[in-house]
């Protein structure tokens, strides 16, 4: 098995860190967003100093390279034959030294005479620089024309620096000469990283300042968030006494009240809610049990009514069968009320041992196979060949077949009810099919709801109590196992029992599915989970309800 590399299980939990941390989420946007607002600020500042350097350091070397020129030119014009005098070959120099002393700037001149072999007449200090300039900018230069530049060159051995060059062409009489003057930029280059410097370190701290700032905001009113969640968890994990600690006046504190003043009102309507249902579950307990000593009674003079009715009028003889028969309502529907209210108590208790569910199903339909035929339907069994084998209470799961048996004999239509077992993979099931009315929109809402039916008008063929499949859900859920319907209007229902076959394992899938084979899952029938045990990879089908509550159609 290939485990996951490092820099992907990073990515995993810095994502995990992301999705799950608003503090983090917080002042990782505020850092970024901050490092990009200084970051351009800092580039666009800086950029303004060294333009603003630069430009000063232009006009105060064209003021250098204006007044030298001129005077050089001045000279030059004193001379009656320039070109051929060799006077002026002789001072040129001088002159040329005296010009690049009278400055604080250091800067470098050259000076060539124009038209001859372009050969420097006088350099202070040397002449190197001048030929490191490019053919280009010295061809502008001697067309007469007053240009410069900024360019990277050695002047004198002292190293390659940037400088800013300045070629001028002065004429006098006949005689043109072209001036270079090279001034270094190695004080403005040292102010520009100098601003660098101070704009990266400030702008640096800035941040830093601010991702902090955003830490200590976020952390004041995140806590009393996270401190809100937990106690939230313990409320709902049945915690009822947990409450939040209120500190000061402000906003948050006032949420804090809020928050406890929510959970003394939830506490005490849970606790009275609690007690009403402790009073109305012993009072159904207590009434039931009351009940069994006069329908006792009443039970015992029926029976003897009943056994002597040959001897009556046919009317007396019709109201002892009938009070025979709503005496047999009555006491199924005491024994479902007797099983409700255990279950509601919690007192519900299975006996689990290991059991063949082949015979419960024949058993099953045994006793309702009279039935059946009075309705005129009849039963196909599909059942496995060798035994089915599962942990689970006899008792309870032939209850369940038997409620939903009953259900489909009662809405079957005459027609043929299909009664599936399989098993597989640890897991039985058992579905029960009609194909009566189905179930109308809306009522797969309803359908496992207490005394809940779909046509109060309708005859019952079994006489349920009307507590058959709101009892089935709860012995489901007792096995940790499904409680399955389907229905769509005309095409008849379905029910599903899904069981594991060793006592407390929990269920993922179920051997049959939900939807009978052939039916079209248009119309979108019942989802919804049956305790805690629900399924979650079974019924994958998006047109299926578990019913978690409720009672027959």
Known sequence: MLRPSRPATLLANLRRAWRRSLQLRVVTITLVASTALVGTFGVVVGKMIVEGLLDAKTADAMKQVVAGTELLKDNVKQVPDPQGDPALRNNLPNLVAGLARGNQEGFSVVVVPSGESNVPLTAQPDASAYWQLSDGFKRQVAAGGFIQQRAAIDVAGAGVQPYLVFGRTITARTYQLEVYYFFPL??????????????????????????????????????????????????????????????????????????????????????????????????????????????TTVRMAADLIFTERDGFEAPVARSAELLQAELDRFERLLTDLLEISRFDAGFAVLDAEPTDLVPIVHRVVDQLRGVAERAGVDFELILPDEPVIAEIDPRRVERVLRNLVGNAVDHGEGQPVQIRLAVADGVVAVTVRDHGVGLKAGEEKLVFNRFWRADPSRARQTGGSGLGLSISVEDARLHGGWLEAWGAPGKGAQFRLTLPTRAGEHLT????????????????????????????????QTDILTAGSGEPR
Not at 510 to 532: A, E
Request: no cysteine; proline share 5%; glycine share 4%.
């Open 186 to 295: 190695d004080y403005e280059v040292r102010a520009a990283e100098l601003v660098r410097n101070i704009l990266f370190a400030t702008g640096t701290a800035l941040v830093m300042l601010l991702a902090a700032m955003a830490f200590l905001v976020t952390r004041m009113v995140v806590s009393p968030v996270r401190v809100a969640a937990r106690t939230a968890q313990r409320l709902s994990a049945g915690l009822l006494d947990q409450r939040m600690e209120v500190h000061g006046e402000d906003d948050l504190a006032a949420l804090a009240a809020s928050f406890n003043q929510m959970a003394e009102n939830l506490q005490r309507h849970i606790q009275r809610l609690e007690e009403m249902s402790r009073l109305q579950r012993r009072f159904t307990s207590d009434v039931s049990h009351e009940l069994r000593t006069p329908l």
């Open 509 to 540: 899938s179920s051997p049959l599915r939900l939807v009978p084979d052939g039916v079209s899952t248009s119309p979108v029938v019942i989802r919804q989970t049956v305790g805690s045990d629900a399924p979650r990879g079974a019924a994958p």
